[in-house]
């Protein structure tokens, strides 16, 4: 073997294994495996195969500098990064892009979509620095790539010109945001027809606001089974859903889960954006994931955005956002705290289409937190203490010390 995860717990209140690796993949997951080249004791702690963040936006990171927030509001938000957008060069995305990265890298993540504005004032510039980043960081993390578009589509039909170009150039899916476009349901046919053409999934912002009106899931709903697009649709923030009577959320979850159309929260965007117009007992706008997923829908929990007007937060470590869902939505018991931990792992990974688990054969993508359960990672933000992408090392972070006097 080339290394051994000694003493590893992969399931919650399972013997302890240890997992053999050999060539990048998984050889052998038993106890007392003979010695390797190199050994790691994971001391009864928690090992699985790493987080999953499946809507980040890398490419607008870390402009708070650049941008002035007086409202707090999507609109300032989506107005503010517009101009600052304007000038970004490929290599500022590509620095600000690889900072946020390597801090995903360090809390655990190793798979990851990120969205990236495609319009006339980033052109393709955004796009080849991530297509870039997802070259330079494979070793540690795999990229999937949303071409998006932030600002609508309808009213600058350049959009859907540079969409297609990026998509022709690699992109990965492609994304909508109806609520920007002065035609929502028109710019879902559209985001739609260049899947199709593409062969790509579909990921629409969608429904950012707490008026239980209006909503553009029906329009996605639609669209989703007249082309049987059934596990390729997923919408992220959606907090409209957060405002509905309980026997309304279960109808559209229950709509949701036969479409095959996944949700996304971003509870920190989402909790900072919305409600703004409430002077007491402020709505916390997050979407009911857990009550979703009993319904059946694949919910998951991301990042979002970090330190720029969407949210002015953040630092890409989806346990911090799995316990900040978990506190929103009031939850406690243990059965709570592992789907809400499958929020980042296996469910967004789902959400991806993407095989996850541990298995004999399977890629030895391995993180190690310092818990021995899922339950425990999420009440306490357990931090990661190393991962190895294909059993190659690739992020280690020393425990704290306190020196008593
Ligand atoms: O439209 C939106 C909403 C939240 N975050 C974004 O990046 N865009």
């Not at 899931?217 to 409209?240: D, M, N, Q, Y």
């Not at 959320?249 to 996304?264: D, H, N, P, S, W």
């Not at 869902?325 to 990974?349: G, K, P």
Request: charged share 25%; proline share 5%.
């Amino acid at each position: 073997m080339d290394l051994v995860l000694r003493n590893a717990r992969v399931v919650t209140d399972g013997d302890l294994v240890d997992i053999g690796v050999r060539n990048g993949r998984i050889a052998a997951m038993a106890p007392n495996l003979g010695a390797a080249a190199s050994e790691r004791d994971a001391a009864g702690r928690l090992v699985f195969p790493g987080f999953v963040d499946c809507h980040i936006h890398l490419d607008k990171a870390y402009i708070l500098d650049r941008c002035t927030i007086c409202e707090g509001t999507l609109a300032e938000a989506v107005r503010e990064t517009a101009r600052a957008k304007a000038a970004f060069t490929e290599e500022d995305v590509y620095a600000r892009a690889a900072r946020l990265v390597e801090q995903a890298i360090l809390h655990g993540t190793m798979l990851l979509r990120t969205f990236v504005e495609v319009d006339p004032r980033a052109g393709l510039r955004s796009l080849a620095a991530i297509r870039r980043i997802k070259h330079d960081y494979a070793f540690a993390v795999d990229i999937e790539i949303c071409a998006f578009a932030q600002e609508g589509l309808t009213q600058e039909p350049e959009t859907e010109n540079l969409l297609s170009q990026a998509l022709a150039a690699g992109a990965d899916l492609v994304g909508g945001c109806p609520y920007t476009d002065p035609d929502p349901a028109e710019h879902v046919r559209r985001i739609f027809d260049l899947a199709e053409r593409f062969g790509t999934p579909v990921d629409f912002h969608a429904d950012f606001d707490l008026d239980p009106e209006g909503s553009a899931l029906p329009h996605i709903i639609a669209e989703t089974e007249r082309r049987g697009f059934g596990g390729r649709v997923s919408v992220g923030h959606a907090t409209k859903l957060s405002a509905l009577e309980p026997n309304a959320v279960e109808a559209m979850a229950r709509r949701l889960a036969a479409t095959g159309i996944a949700v996304t929260v971003l509870p920190a965007t989402d909790l900072f954006l919305t409600g703004r117009d409430a002077r007491r007992l402020v709505p916390r706008g997050v979407a009911p994931a857990h009550l979703l997923r009993q319904f059946g829908v694949t919910a998951t929990i991301a990042t979002n955005n970090v330190l720029n007007p969407f949210t002015p937060f953040g630092d890409a470590s989806l346990i911090r956002m799995a316990n900040l869902y978990a506190n929103v939505a009031q939850l406690a018991r243990d059965d709570e705290m592992d789907a809400v931990f499958a929020m980042v792992s296996a469910d967004a990974a789902r959400l991806m289409g993407r095989a996850y688990g541990l298995r004999i054969g399977g890629p030895a993508d391995l993180a190690l937190l310092d818990v021995a359960s899922s339950s425990a990672a999420v009440r306490q933000i357990a931090a990661p203490i190393a991962s190895w992408k294909s059993g190659r090392l690739v992020m280690e972070r020393p425990a704290g010390r306190i020196f008593h006097p």
